[in-house]
């Protein structure tokens, strides 16, 4: 056995001995004689073995020099671009590759650039190296060297158009055909350059399951045009990663269209006998019963809005607590519906409750109900006592509301009352309310199923009981001299 091959036998990389002993001879050249061919050896070997990499998974931004096998997905067009102080204009082609762990975006500039397209095809199999660094849409690879390697295997399905389940982190050119399930209002929102952008959400399902696609600028308002359960295709999106989670960008590049396809979208969802506190989870099952909106002030002076329904499956029941936008979801008693994303909370009389907020997906799978939305428009914001307890379970608008009308907001101001404006009780005036417990701490919250109180005392009370309070009104409080 050669020094070459003793040295190959240790290296833990996915190189031929061929190609090893290519990379030895160079070494030894380039040294000008200072080094034998096992000196040699161990030197390339070091080099192969400090920037092979496992997987695409494992390439991080930052890292000086990564080489690794992957297929190729798709090829980009070539782009090309102006340099400072140059007369030639630079090319890159953007060519997606990807391996068992992942995929990643891999620029190919000038020479690189031409070369990627008159000899890359989708499905074939690369030696990549490269230079890791972070990316618009993620991790992308700045490409020094390729090779094809016909002789391995990557087992990455390529496919025009992916499902849900396919993508993953750092993906682009994505092209998905998906049911409409969710859609969101339009937000605007100032860049570093002052500029104004413009973002939106909609949800798309397909049979593999469901994700979350955000829609930026010039395609924002793509949102307000399409309904819910329209079939749409995505084409040219990104993927990547918000709190954990996978989701599907389009920019300027990209589009949102109606196609005429039948999506077939079946949810997975957790019987409700088997829910647990703080679980976020999916429900389905059919609307029991739906309570009028509800509207309530919160300290920054805009307007919040919770609906309350209970919906069933075979195990049990559960109220569910839809916040914002959500609340104006046209759902009635009898219809059947699907919930993902929601939180499972504490409730009233220590009930579990579900709650629906910006995050969460609300899609009538089949409706039963008859003028739902008009019932929840023509509501006054009041309800019986029990609807207005279980907005106090908890809720959570578009990340900063928290606010449970009056209860649990611990920024709420406990002088409005979205129930009741020009019945407030003025400063001084002696007062006798009665109402259930809703807040058992400080201070003590009542709701009598048509507006909430605030009392400030020291008498213990528990949540469900139903008291009267008497004394004096203090900066929109009630001072408690007697609590019964």
Same mark, same amino acid.
């Given at each position: 056995?050669?020094?070459?091959?003793?040295?190959?036998?240790?290296?833990?990389?996915?190189?031929?001995?061929?190609?090893?002993?290519?990379?030895?001879?160079?070494?030894?050249?380039?040294?000008?004689?200072?080094?034998?061919?096992?000196?040699?050896?161990?030197?390339?070997?070091?080099?192969?073995?400090?920037?092979?990499?496992?997987?695409?998974?494992d390439i991080e931004p930052g890292m000086e020099d990564v080489k690794f096998i992957a297929k190729v997905t798709s090829i980009g067009e070539v782009r090309t671009f102006e340099r400072d102080g140059e007369d030639e204009d630079g090319r890159v082609v953007n060519v997606e590759v990807a391996d068992e762990t992942g995929s990643v975006?891999?620029?190919?500039?000038?020479?690189? *650039?031409?070369?990627?397209?008159?000899?890359?095809?989708?499905?074939?199999?690369?030696?990549?190296?490269?230079?890791?660094?972070?990316?618009?849409?993620?991790?992308?690879?700045?490409?020094?060297?390729?090779? %094809?390697?016909?002789?391995?295997?990557?087992?990455?399905?390529?496919?025009?158009?992916?499902?849900?389940?396919?993508?993953?982190?750092?993906?682009? /050119?994505? /092209?998905?055909?998906?049911? &409409?399930?969710?859609? $969101?209002?339009?937000?605007?929102?100032?860049?570093?350059?002052?500029?104004?952008?413009?973002?939106? /959400?909609? &949800?798309?399902?397909?049979?593999?399951?469901?994700?979350?696609? #955000?829609?930026?600028?010039?395609? *924002?308002?793509?949102? #307000?045009?399409?309904? %819910?359960?329209?079939?749409?295709?995505?084409?040219?999106?990104?993927?990547?990663?918000?709190?954990?989670?996978?989701?599907?960008?389009?920019?300027?590049?990209?589009?949102?269209?109606?196609?005429?396809?039948?999506?077939?979208?079946?949810?997975? @969802?957790?019987?409700?006998?088997?829910?647990?506190?703080?679980?976020?989870?999916?429900?389905?099952?059919?609307?029991?019963?739906? !309570?009028?909106?509800?509207?309530?002030?919160?300290?920054?002076? @805009?307007?919040g809005q919770v609906r309350n329904i209970r919906v069933q499956d075979a195990t049990g029941d559960i109220r569910v607590a839809m916040w914002g936008e959500k609340a104006d979801i046209d759902i009635g008693p009898g219809d059947e519906v699907a919930l993902g994303d929601v939180e499972i909370q504490d409730g009233w009389q220590d009930?579990?409750?579900?709650?629906?907020?910006?995050?969460?997906?609300?899609?009538?799978?089949?409706?039963?109900?008859?003028?739902?939305?008009?019932?929840?428009?023509?509501?006054?914001?009041?309800?019986?006592?029990?609807?207005?307890?279980?907005?106090?379970?908890?809720? $959570? $608008?578009?990340?900063?509301?928290?606010?449970?009308?009056?209860?649990?907001?611990?920024?709420?101001?406990?002088?409005? $009352?979205?129930?009741?404006?020009?019945? !407030?009780?003025?400063?001084?005036?002696?007062?006798?309310?009665?109402?259930?417990?809703?807040?058992?701490? !400080?201070?003590?919250?009542?709701?009598?199923?048509?507006?909430?109180?605030?009392? @400030?005392?020291? &008498?213990?009370?528990?949540?469900?009981?139903?008291?009267?309070?008497?004394?004096?009104?203090?900066?929109?409080?009630?001072?408690?001299?007697?609590?019964?």
């Amino acid at each position: 056995m050669s020094d070459i091959e003793g040295v190959y036998e240790d290296l833990e990389a996915d190189v031929s001995l061929e190609k090893f002993r290519e990379a030895v001879e160079a070494k030894v050249e380039q040294m000008g004689g200072l080094a034998d061919e096992e000196t040699a050896a161990m030197l390339v070997a070091h080099e192969i073995g400090e920037s092979e990499v496992g997987g695409i998974a494992d390439i991080e931004p930052g890292m000086e020099d990564v080489k690794f096998i992957a297929k190729v997905t798709s090829i980009g067009e070539v782009r090309t671009f102006e340099r400072d102080g140059e007369d030639e204009d630079g090319r890159v082609v953007n060519v997606e590759v990807a391996d068992e762990t992942g995929s990643v975006r891999a620029a190919f500039w000038d020479q690189h *650039a031409e070369a990627a397209i008159e000899e890359l095809e989708e499905g074939q199999v690369l030696r990549v190296k490269g230079r890791p660094k972070e990316g618009f849409s993620g991790v992308e690879i700045s490409v020094d060297d390729v090779q %094809p390697d016909p002789d391995a295997e990557v087992d990455v399905q390529v496919a025009d158009t992916h499902t849900v389940e396919a993508l993953s982190l750092g993906l682009s /050119n994505v /092209n998905l055909v998906g049911l &409409v399930l969710d859609t $969101d209002s339009v937000r605007t929102f100032d860049r570093d350059d002052g500029s104004e952008g413009k973002v939106s /959400n909609l &949800v798309l399902g397909d049979s593999t399951g469901r994700v979350r696609v #955000t829609l930026w600028d010039e395609q *924002a308002d793509t949102a #307000t045009a399409i309904d %819910p359960g329209t079939t749409v295709e995505v084409i040219d999106g990104y993927v990547k990663d918000r709190d954990g989670t996978l989701e599907l960008h389009v920019g300027n590049r990209g589009a949102v269209e109606e196609v005429d396809e039948e999506v077939e979208y079946v949810p997975e @969802s957790t019987p409700i006998e088997e829910l647990e506190i703080d679980q976020m989870v999916d429900i389905a099952g059919v609307v029991r019963s739906a !309570d009028p909106k509800r509207t309530f002030d919160r300290d920054d002076g @805009s307007e919040g809005q919770v609906r309350n329904i209970r919906v069933q499956d075979a195990t049990g029941d559960i109220r569910v607590a839809m916040w914002g936008e959500k609340a104006d979801i046209d759902i009635g008693p009898g219809d059947e519906v699907a919930l993902g994303d929601v939180e499972i909370q504490d409730g009233w009389q220590d009930d579990l409750e579900a709650s629906a907020g910006w995050q969460s997906t609300i899609t009538v799978l089949e409706s039963d109900s008859a003028g739902a939305g008009d019932a929840a428009d023509e509501s006054d914001g009041s309800s019986d006592a029990n609807a207005g307890l279980s907005a106090f379970a908890g809720g $959570d $608008d578009e990340g900063d509301d928290a606010a449970d009308i009056e209860a649990d907001d611990p920024d709420a101001d406990d002088s409005s $009352d979205a129930a009741a404006e020009s019945d !407030d009780p003025t400063d001084g005036e002696e007062l006798e309310f009665t109402g259930v417990v809703v807040q058992a701490g !400080d201070p003590v919250v009542l709701d009598d199923g048509e507006s909430t109180m605030s009392v @400030s005392t020291d &008498v213990d009370v528990g949540l469900g009981e139903e008291v009267t309070a008497r004394g004096v009104v203090r900066d929109g409080r009630l001072e408690a001299n007697d609590v019964f």
